[in-house]
């Protein structure tokens, strides 16, 4: 379910970091707790972001939630097909539905992310 | 999950829209017995009941059910409420989960009649069956005649040879029934009713459904459309407030709002720019601050994005542009006629 390859923080997302490229999602457990989902509001290819700090939002018919940037880099890519698709999120958001690409300006900052292991047993903990 | 007045909810199953849309189509079940339920009794019932309610109680005949307010005598809402007449001695109460206390608190307080006032919600548990196909699911398991008992209207029977009160009301805009049964014999009657119901395609619905269908039918909901800062005739719901039946609590206060005329009503809007106006949401017309939204979300019936909100009533015109701050952004939406959604009758 939650892929090795990814790491994980405690507001629900991931990042799979491929050289100096972060590509970050939102998790499985993350779209299950918003239903579903009719929004994404995502940065602009350019913006410099934060580890920590809002990157956009996710709406579903019950609530709107931030998302924050697990790393800090500057946004490369975003994924254009969540505009006309946001239910995508719903079905694969660990695949198809990532939010979009960074690159990295501080990669340290990975190694303080959770395993796939370690938010298992966080979102276990939680429930 | 989540906390409810001290109940644990489940706010969907397989999803809001596709409960939403099982009950637009075919029949959705809800556990709603989080309700409360409180009992008035003795000859002098009826003019407690009137007493401190808006609606005309003495004018319901047994067996019939109406909407109505409990009121503070500021005009504020205590509660909403459905009232059903059991006999001329004796009214049931439905009241809202977290109000219960509150409610039962507030009666008791204006009783200087002799009447007896009993909170009696851990006696029932409460399904609602809602939807097209409610009728057929809930026939399968009673004697009683579903057809021969009208809108608003109860017969107490048994379902599944247990006692039920079987009410033919509902909180989804859809034709339905809302039963009040024994707490022991729930589980096992949503399991029957759930069975009952497989060959419409029946669901198991939750509090988020629940609000989405509501909304879309304008039904209010207490803490977001109505409170105790909230009068019935700012709420739209004049057609509850009966001010000649006689002295009840908060009716000077209506009066005097009445003969003054309203600061705000609420109304309608649908979302023209992208985006969403949710509750607590500001709501301004030409740059500067006019109300706020009470309840919004996507309809799933409608395909639009659709709220409730207060407006001064000057302003209050159907087709007029406003601007909800969303995310401290203004975003176009235009007030419309409400309900958003009524079935084909």
Known sequence: MYPENFRYTKEHEWVLVEGDTGTIGITDHAQEEL??????????????????????????????????????????????????????LNTDPHGAAWLIKVRLSKPDEVAG??????????????? | MVDFGGWDMPVQYSGIIEEHNTVRKAVGLFDVSHMGEIEIRGPQAAQLTDFVTTNHAAKLKIGQIHYSGLLYSHGGFVDDILVHKIADDHFFLCVNASNQDKDFAHICSQNRLDAEVTLVSDQHAQLAIQGPQARATLQKMTPVDLAGIKYYWFTDGAVSGVPARIAHTGYTGEDGFEIYVPPAEAHRLWNELMAAGAEFGIK????????????????????????????????????????????FVGRDALRKQKEAGLQRTLIGFEMVGRGIGRDGYEVHIDGSPAGWVTSGSPSPTLGKNIGLCYLPVGQAQIGKTIQIMIRNQPVDAITVETPFYKRAK
């Open chain 1, 35 to 88: 239903g579903d989902i009719v929004y994404v509001d995502l940065p602009k290819v350019g913006a410099h972001l934060e580890q920590g700090k809002s990157l956009g939002s996710v709406e579903s018919v019950k609530a709107v939630s931030d998302v924050y940037c697990p790393v800090s880099g500057e946004v490369t890519e975003i994924n254009a097909s969540l505009a006309q698709a946001p239910e995508s």
């Open chain 1, 113 to 127: 992310l959770m395993t796939a292991a370690d938010y298992q047993t966080y979102i276990g903990a939680e429930k």
């Open chain 2, 204 to 247: 198991p619905c939750g509090l988020g459904a629940r609000n989405t269908l509501r909304l879309e039918a304008k039904m209010a909901l207490y803490g977001h459309e109505i409170d105790a800062s909230i009068s019935p005739l700012e709420a739209d719901l004049g057609w509850i407030v009966k001010l000649e039946k006689g002295d």
